[in-house]
Every structure is written in C-alpha cells, then in structure tokens.
C-alpha cells in the first residue's frame, strides 16, 4: 500500500520504516529539513537500536523516501498517518497546533481521486479524531481540485447527480475517513515493539477505514515477515491482537496505559519510600509481590521518578480532559505528586550522604530518560543537574548517548560533560547513577573509587549489589533498601 507518515520523529520514523520494511511504498514527510537531509543520506537524526540498517534498507529498496513536502506524497497515499509532537502545554493540556497544521495541510494537498484513511498515530485527547476530520475538511475548503468536483458535481444534469454523489460528487466521506491508531512503542525497543506490539488498536467510525488499517498491518497480524536481524521474532510472539472500537476508546486507550504504567511506577516508589523508613528492601518487596500474576513484576522498579517525552505530558492532558467533564481524577493527580517527590529523592541523599553540597563535585552517570534512547525530554538528569547546580555544586555527567544531545539541548545548563565513567569519577566527591544503563551494572568500582575525592554512590535506580558496593570501600544508598 502506498502510507505517507507526516512527522519524521521517534515514532513517525520508526513506523515508516518498518512499514517500508513489510514492503509497503512509505513516504516520510517533516517540516525540519535538517532531519530529511540526514535521512535521505541513510542517517537516523535519533538514537534507536537497530533504526540505520533498516532506513538504509529501504531507501535501497527504493520504498522508503523522505520530503520536505506534504502535498506529493499525500495525494499518492491511501493511508496518511499524523505522527507529529503533541507536547504539553504550561496548563497540561496537550498542544494540538501541529496536529492541526497538518490535518489544513492534507485538506488542501488531497485530490479527488481516491479514498484515504487519514490515520491519528499521535498521542490525542478524547474527540480529536472528530476535530481532526473537520480541520481537513476546512482544509478541503481551500483545495482547489475539491471546488471544481463540487462544482462539477453542482453543474450536473439531474440524472447524474445520484451517481456523482456516490462516485465522490461531493461527500467529503467518500474522499477520506479519519481512524485513530494509538502506538505503544518505547523508544530504545521501538523496533521490535513495532514488529512484536503486544495488540494494535484501531479507532474508526466506519468500517472501510478499519478493514484499509487492518490489511496495512496484516503482514504484523499474521506475521508472515521475515524478521530483520537487528529484530529477531521472540518465540512466544504468535498472531497480534487487533483491537478495532470507536473513535474515543481508541484515543482513551492510549491514555489509560500510559497512567496505568506511570501509576505503577509510582506506586513501587511510593512502596520504597515506607520500605526504607521500616527497614524492608523494596527489591526483595516487588520480588514477592510482583510474583502475583494479577500484578506482575514489570514498572515496579523503583528509582528517582519516571520521565520521557510521553509519562508527564499522557498523564497531564489526561487530568486536563477529566477537569473539562467536571471530574477531579484524585489518583492520576497522586501518581504526578509521588513523581514530582522522587526527583529530589537523589539530592536529599546527597545531602544525607556528603551534608554540604555547596562546592561539591558530583558525577552523574546516566542523562537519558531511560536507557538505549538519547531521548532527554522530562528526563529526570536535567532537574537533579539543574537542583545541584543551583546548590552550588558542581555537576560533571556521562552518557553512553545522550551528550551530545544534552550539551544542544540545555546549552544553559553548566554541565561538564565526561567521556567515559572513568572520566566522569575524577575528583567526585559522589556518584548518582540516574539511568540504568547496562555498562553502569559492570563499573569497575576500584578504579572509580581511585579517582575519586570521595567513595558516595547513589544508586537511583537499584542498579548495584549494595553489598559488593560497600566491600569496594564506598558509602552506598540506594531507593527503598
Ligand atoms: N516517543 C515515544 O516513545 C512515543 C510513543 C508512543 C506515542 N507517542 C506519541 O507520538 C507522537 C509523536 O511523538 P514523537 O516522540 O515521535 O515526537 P517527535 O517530537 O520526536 O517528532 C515529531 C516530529 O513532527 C515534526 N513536525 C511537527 N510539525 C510538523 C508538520 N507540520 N509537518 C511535518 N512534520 C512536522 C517535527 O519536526 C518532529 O520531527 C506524540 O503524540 C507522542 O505522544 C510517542
């Protein structure tokens, strides 16, 4: 099938390529052309595993194709995806301004000679998929080929005014549908959530919509592909799931996971923080509890907070969207607070652990929200950097990725930047692990303690054996144990 996906960014972009991967023909489109010119040279502006190889791929194939311009590769797709950002504005509520830019756009690029599904993959709140058919139509209002088949049709004999009608004469319906089709994927295992989704959701209000979405997906359904090697099939993997529903539930769905799994995370922080006051660890804790299999064992790591571009901005426009139905959602409300309270977890143990901050060098070791991404949005790095910095201390850090990213990004931000944990432990009066990183389990502890001023780790992700941290001579605190 012939996709255009409008917004180039961690989900656009891994969508198009997969899909391109599957074999359909998939145009990219992004207003930065900073991102399209890397691309169309067979580079990945974001960090994802295995992503080069596959973009590489298909622009080899020649079905993977990347623009600057939407008008094109809109009227030669029958499935248009919007993948654009929808962060969150100062109040919570999510920021629909490009979202609606582009829905105008495609209204004034269509033409008339087939059905679209126009398909809302970004992240919206309740009713968006209504409002985006009207901001198309609005966009329809302008577009050029659609006034002369309306007026063609106007023109008609009387005879063929039925006919015209049905044959596209003047229903904007028969000229595209809008479905809603909420992604999951996570970013540092975008790949293989997208080959692998535990369920694919499609929103619709007609069922040719649904049927055009489910056979885009059918080769994921029924995976019939051969997997790509950075992307092994895992072998529980059977058929997908496909949830089809209306409009709303598929946009709520969306939400609903998203403020389950921060709430999760919230809770087991939650947990630790009585767990450390009464003596328990909270590892062993969600050991025996996450055993149950009415509550299993994944999102209870506890650590300083939960971050990343979706958490904060889901859970947000979610109390935003209750509030405007008159509802005060208390939990969703708590499982912010908990977080906003874990942030400062790792300084208020930096306190406890040095006592005077002021004049201090502290190392942070992780800056990403999360490892294997070079994501830094809400990431938890930037607050404990930026609270550290303001204390008078200062911060050095180390990021297998996310640098380059960060020193770009937060150019404010008086971090001095290490290029290996070695580097980063040089005149440490303490280390704070922020993002569990694989190679930060596997740290030579004797090593870091020698170049360091003083041996205080702060594990704020319970990623090292308390034990084997204190045996190397440092004073270890962990979250909860
Ligand atoms: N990042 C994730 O892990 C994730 C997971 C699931 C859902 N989502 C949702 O998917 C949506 C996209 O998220 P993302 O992380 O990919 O965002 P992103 O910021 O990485 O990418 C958005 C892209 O859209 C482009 N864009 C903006 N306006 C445009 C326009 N008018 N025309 C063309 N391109 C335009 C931007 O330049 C950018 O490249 C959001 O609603 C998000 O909540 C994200």
Known sequence: MEVCVVGTGYVGLVTGTCLAYLGHSVVCVDIDERKIEMLRGGRSPIYEPGLDQLIASGIQRGNLKFSTDISKPVKESEIIFIAVGT?????????????????????????????????????????????VGMLVKEGLSENPAWLDKLSSAANAPT????????????RPE??????SNPEFLREG??????????????????????????????????????????????????V????????????????????????????ANEIANI???????????????GLDSRIGPKFLNAGVGWGGSCFGKDVSALIDIAREYGYEPALLHSTVDVNKRQRHVAVQKLQESLKIIKGKTIGLLGLAFKPNTDDLRDAPAIEIASELIEMGARVKAYDPI?????????????????????????????????????????????????????KAIIDGRNLLDPQAVEEAGFKYRGIGR
């Not at 008339?112 to 970004?122: A, G, M, P, T």
């Open 159 to 170: 005879a063929d005014l039925a006919a015209n009608r049905r044959s596209n004469g003047g």
């Open 174 to 179: 028969d000229l595209f549908l809008v479905a």
């Open 189 to 238: 295992s975008a790949i293989s959530d997208t080959f692998y989704p535990d369920r694919i959701v499609i929103g619709a209000t007609d069922a040719y919509a649904a049927e055009r979405l489910r056979a885009l997906y059918e080769p994921i359904v029924e995976q019939t592909f051969t997997p790509p090697a950075s992307a092994p099939r895992p072998a529980d993997v059977a």
């Open 240 to 267: 997908i799931p496909v949830v089809t529903t209306d409009l709303a539930s598929a946009e709520m769905i969306k939400y609903a996971a998203n403020a389950f799994l921060a709430t999760k995370i919230s809770f």
């Open 275 to 289: 767990c450390e006051r009464v003596g328990a660890d909270i590892k062993e804790v969600v050991r025996g509890f």
């Open 87 to 131: 962060p969150p504005l100062q109040s919570g509520r999510a920021d629909l301004s490009y979202v609606k830019a582009v829905a105008q756009s495609i209204g004034r690029a269509l033409d008339c000679e087939r059905r679209r599904v126009i398909v809302n993959k970004s992240t919206v709140p309740i009713g968006s998929g209504n409002w």
């Open 402 to 454: 996310a640098n380059d990213a960060c020193r770009r990004q937060y150019p404010e931000l008086k971090i001095e930047y290490a290029a290996d944990a070695m580097a980063l432990a040089k005149d440490c009066d303490a280390i704070v692990i922020v993002t569990e990183w694989e190679e930060f389990r596997y740290l030579d502890l004797n090593q870091i303690g020698q170049a360091m001023n003083a």
